[in-house]
């Protein structure tokens, strides 16, 4: 063995540590490159449409012709410090961005999107710099005020006895008469996030109670395994899809429930996490992959993952669980390795992408649990995770003009198609990954101008202070300051100031469903809207647990700590797909199909995904 001598160990020591920083710092650089090339490319090619196509140099009207990707962008900006260039965007989207038109829009993602990149915007123009700030800042605004009014457009989906949304809404006029009656998990459980922190800006309940009831109805229909499926009827709150999993049409649903308790101190939100995660990890997980199962047997349905499953240990560090967060993360690495990019669906029966499922859209849950991974433990391994998938991003899917999807994962084939969570999600991910020291991170007291003031008789005082106690991230990465919490209206002075009744739903729907609540979308009328201070939905009943402000603590205490419910429920009655004028998904049946053959293949590794078993 060769020994050096003391100081020249040090010096080893430091020549390493100080290469591997230089190394993060162009990485970093790189990535901040890689927005200004997508960002620059959309605003030069496709603005003012929703999305950038990448190989045609061209935009695309996607989600609801209203700039989606400028908005959704915008506080991207100020994550990377680009405040000059915020100030214009920012110009642009309060010159041009208009709700007031006849389209129909994803209730779910209009919300994530624009609701959420709205509100963010607007709680972090101090942060930009934005001088003069708006009067009553954050409390009211522009920004505000478009939030505000597109989430006010989304409320009318919402207006159902069960309190279960529609899947989609007309921005003029409502619940198109055609509507399906269907909808997907994720899309009812998606909200408290956005729509809780616009009440307490505003003090208007109506969103709050909305997004509640939502929550609220959906944990109710939970099996007596304490599962959820991925698709519901909204009228019965009757299960059409009844396989259980994490992937899409579920995954933001479990992430609001445990975020939405860390935002808005709420125990009772946790609770229902807590009780849901115990039943994924026992019936779900296998060598840390989670696979579909049936939500009433637990057994075996679709032995697929998703790219979409890569969100979880991001979860999991935030309750404690590093471990397995890290095996589930390399097992996606593993896929990484393999083809460069994580697929859409891969099978662990055959060890291979599913076929029509190679493609890869150029999605940010990686990158998104990295961070996470890496501002938990430091080590520098996922870091150099990260550096793969931005070297496999700059290889593959760098055009001329943007980034484009990647079509097939194994063949590298493109999409001329850049989604907007590109510029809003992967890029800021990468960007905090490398990241050592960011105003983000901070979770204590970091406003200069702080205002405190007597808070409700059980909370003793309220601090205001927007840029300060950490941000908590959307699911479509908009970070929302828990310091502008008690600016503006806490949740006792949204109750004390809410005059609702248990009946006022019923008799407000009764009176208004004869004109355009359910509407064509040819309607003779345009008198009716619904107006956000008018309240439409029951208050909750306040929860009993007195919940402290920074909830590390409890939400990292034992996974099992909590009691579990003694309400046992029976499934409801089957209902047929055909009567609600939903096409039934063919590919389920033939994958219930290999739900039996991977009963029979538990015992032959098929979990494992290694570079060498691909």
Known sequence: MVRFPLFLHSFLVFVVSHSSQDEDLQYKKKVIEMFDHGYNSYMTYAYPKDELKPLSCDGATTWGNYSLTLIDSLDTLVIMGKYDEFKKSYQKVLDNVRFDINKNVSVFETNIRVVGGLLSAHLLMDRAGVSPLPEGWPCSGPLLDLAADIASRLLPAFATETGLPYGAINLLYGVPACETTVTGTASIGTFILE?????????????????????????????????????????????????????????????????????????????????????????????????????????????????????????????????????????????????GFTPELFSLLRGQVQQRSEVYPLRPEFVESLVYMYRATGDKMWRTMGKQVIDSLELSARTACGYATISNVVTHQLEDKMESFFLSETTKYLYLLFSDEHWVFNKGLSDENVTVTEGHDRDGYQICAPNSFGYVFTTEAHPLPRGALDCCFNYHDIKKSSFLQENVYKKYVERRKKKTLFSTDEPTSRSFMYIPSLPLFPVLRETSYTVNHFLVNIVRSHPYSFPRSTMERQPKRQTDNAEFNCPIRKWYSYLEVNGMEFVKARGKRAFRVMNNDI
């Open 195 to 339: 729509f809780g922190m616009l009440s307490r800006l505003t003090g208007d309940p109506t969103y709050e109670h909305a997004a509640r009831r939502a929550l609220s109805a959906l944990y109710d229909a939970r099996s007596s395994l304490n599962l959820v499926g991925n698709h519901i009827e909204i009228t019965m709150a009757d299960w059409v899809y009844k396989e259980a999993g994490i992937g899409g049409n579920v995954d933001s649903y479990y992430e609001y429930l445990l975020k939405g308790g860390l935002l808005f101190n709420d125990y009772s939100l946790i609770e229902q996490f807590k009780t849901l995660y115990k039943a994924v990890i026992k019936y779900m997980q296998h060598e840390f992959w989670y696979i579909w199962v049936n939500m009433y047997t637990g057994l075996p349905a679709i032995p697929s993952v998703s790219t979409l499953d890569a969100f979880w240990p991001s979860l999991q560090i935030l309750i404690g669980d590093i471990k397995s967060a890290s095996k589930t993360l390399m097992n996606f690495y593993s896929l990484i390795t393999h083809y």
